[in-house]
């Protein structure tokens, strides 16, 4: 779950392009971002459901009533605490117990190597099957890595290890970048689903040289091209909703839902915590162009 300088040094190429105030990557070309749209796209989690705030939702199922054990100091040895017998059905506390795992490790990527309990919360309700809108809590967590990250750059001690769900920004630097950089694998995905395409196509080789290729790519945007749109073309994997035809006149309700949310203007929220929430302004408005739609380019004052 930790970003190793040493080991990804291409990943860090795209945090000098980041700007903090406009939450954007600004290339030549002008303001590029991860968006709800590539979200669904590399994960399909959808953009609509609850917006996640630590305080909003309730303990209903106690969390001493589960029994979970606190005191496993890795992941593997939380796992096997909680392990049901084979064979048998899966209990609640189990199941609360691999969505922490999943929720800390997986997604959101905690910096320590053990499950923190504040992950309680939003485990229990994703196990009462609460609509939570997870896409919007895990873009609100990648803006809060990236504001950590692009600031790390300047400190005298420089970026050391980075937390945070920083793979959602390599896969989709895979598909920015896919063509640019002729990215292949000889690897079949495992289910259909952009993320699991993209996953086949991170570089394995990690050196200077692949920094210098990225900072390359990102500097030949001078202008806006579809490969820095690379989820609205017509061959796309994933979640039927966002493949089906959404042409006016057939398009669903259930599609004018999910662009609705795509498009809209909106304060997406992260942090498990009161003390970790951090609140940022989802602006699509910045981003058209990655929709299909025509956008001006701003202009220094």
């Known amino acids: 779950s930790l970003i190793c300088i040493t080991s990804t040094l291409k990943f860090f190429s795209p945090l000098f392009f980041w700007n903090r105030e406009t939450r954007a990557f600004e290339f030549p070309c002008g303001f590029v971002c991860p968006t709800l749209l590539d979200i669904p796209a590399i994960t399909g989690l959808a953009p609509i459901g609850d917006r996640f705030y630590p305080d909003l939702f309730e303990e209903e199922i106690s969390i001493k009533e589960t029994s979970i054990s606190w005191d496993k100091k890795t992941y593997l040895a939380f796992i096997n605490a909680h392990m049901g017998k084979p064979d048998t059905p899966v209990s609640t506390l189990e199941h609360i117990a691999f969505l922490m795992y999943w929720l800390s490790a997986c997604v959101f990527c905690t910096p320590s190597l053990q499950v ?4 309680y919360i939003l485990a229990q309700a994703l196990h009462l099957k609460k609509k939570i ?12 890595c990236l504001d950590e990250a692009s600031e790390s750059l300047f400190r005298e001690s420089g970026p050391r290890n980075l937390s945070g769900p920083l793979w ?3 896969l989709w630097l895979n598909a920015i970048f896919e063509k640019n950089l002729s990215l292949t694998s000889p690897f079949t995905p495992t289910c259909e689903l952009e993320g699991a395409r993209l996953t086949t196509l991170t570089p394995r080789k990690r050196s200077v040289d692949n920094f210098a290729k990225y900072i390359d790519a990102i500097l030949s945007f001078t ?3 579809e490969e820095l749109a690379p989820f609205i073309r017509t061959t796309l994997t994933g979640p039927y909703w966002l493949r089906q035809n959404n042409q006016v006149g057939s398009i669903t309700s259930e599609s004018i839902e999910m662009w609705f949310d795509f498009l809209s203007w909106d304060i997406i929220i992260s ?3 009161q003390k970790d929430v951090r609140i940022y302004p989802y602006q699509s ?6 929709f299909g739609l025509c956008q001006m380019k701003p202009l220094p004052l």
């Not at 923190?116 to 992950?119: G, H, S, T, V």
């Not at 408005?285 to 990655?290: E, I, K």
């Open 116 to 119: 923190p309990k504040y992950y």
């Open 133 to 144: 809108c997870l896409s919007k809590l895990l873009l609100a967590s990648l803006y809060s």
């Open 168 to 170: 959602l920004l390599q």
């Open 223 to 225: 202008d806006f091209s």
């Open 271 to 273: 942090g498990m915590r």
């Open 285 to 290: 408005q910045l981003f058209s162009r990655q």
